[in-house]
């Protein structure tokens, strides 16, 4: 899996021009263009056996080689903005895994107002969610497309994090901290990172999904912190999920046990009435003994439960019902 650095505007990346995002965002799409070669399909051809025209490509023969030939599934790319200064959009892109992505539409519907179409197109699965953040980059920052090495990786995603945090609101404080909880993820690779996290927002969707069917409960999700918590029976339920990685549910629980004490009970958090820990996979026998244990012996109103092939099971009997 590689990541990618790409800019979306038409002409230098110093100079502004007509800006390509909104429409690439729109048709799930990232593209490209040079003269010479805008209307030439480039996958019979290669860095070996480049197409005609390939020396009309002024300046441009290293990103045009990267979008067409290099680009694979799965890989990531960033879309930043010369304007702005800013990374405005992430996304993945949607082909097979490891195989080339590039593909030619000659009525591609990626065009500058007063320009021709840009047939050299890749798709991508762009993050609604994600939050742009400040972005100046001293490595080919005229580049349109550059290869992100593992420092600028790092940079780009503890940024991104950063950034979201402050914009729901958290003190900087919090911000801070959640990071440092983040950056111990580290042991795993920039793949498996966005594997989790992912997993984990599907998790919470389905969760919520799940309560507003079968019990018709409200769920907020993201807030200050916490997975996500409602009220039922007046009574109030805070959710931690946690993705077992490579199945290690103990590690997810360990994880999951610090964070729900945290949000209960650090100043100024007040305490919720009952503690749900919610994993993607059903725990093992010594994980329901263990916090049962906890549950009795410090008398926390925790709960464990996972997702199921038909909804969410829980180690003890769950009274949701209004």
């Not at 402050?166 to 440092?180: I, S, W």
């Not at 989790?196 to 200050?224: C, M, P, Y």
């Amino acid at each position: 899996m590689a990541y990618w650095r790409m800019r979306l505007r038409n002409g230098f990346a110093n100079q502004g021009g007509d800006d390509m995002w909104p429409a690439c965002k729109k048709e799930l799409v990232s593209a490209i263009t040079y003269n010479g070669i805008s209307e030439v399909d480039l996958r019979p051809y290669s860095r070996g056996n480049p197409p005609p025209g390939w020396n009309q490509v002024a300046g441009g023969k290293g990103s045009l080689s990267h979008f067409a030939w290099d680009i694979r599934g799965g890989d990531a790319i960033y879309v930043a903005d010369s304007v702005s200064h800013q990374i405005v959009g992430m996304g993945y892109v949607r082909a097979a895994i490891g195989e080339l992505a590039y593909r030619f539409d000659a009525n591609s519907p990626i065009a500058p107002p007063n320009g021709p179409a840009w047939c050299h197109l890749i798709d991508v699965d762009w993050d609604e969610a994600f939050v742009p953040f400040s972005y100046e980059h001293p490595r080919a920052p005229l580049s349109t497309v550059l290869e992100l090495n593992t420092l600028e990786i790092g940079e780009f995603e503890r940024a991104s994090q950063e950034q979201g945090h402050r914009d729901r609101g958290l003190p900087e404080d919090e911000v801070q901290g959640t990071l440092l909880l983040q950056d111990a993820y580290t042991r795993y690779t920039p793949a498996a990172l966005r594997e989790i996290h992912r997993e984990h927002a599907k998790l919470s969707n389905d969760f919520s999904v799940w309560l507003q069917i079968n019990f018709g409960i409200q769920v907020t999700q993201e807030e200050q912190q916490i997975d996500a918590k409602f009220v039922t029976r007046d009574k109030k339920y805070l959710t931690e999920f946690k993705i077992a990685y490579q199945d290690n549910t103990k590690r997810a629980i360990r994880e999951a046990l610090g964070q729900i004490l945290e949000y209960n009970h650090y100043p100024p958090r007040a305490s919720h009435d009952f503690w749900l820990l919610i994993l993607n996979i059903c725990p093992a026998r010594e994980d329901i003994t263990f916090l049962r244990s906890l549950k009795e012996l410090y008398r926390l109103p925790l709960i464990l439960g996972w997702r199921t092939d038909s909804g969410f099971d829980f180690a003890e009997r769950l009274s949701l019902a209004s």
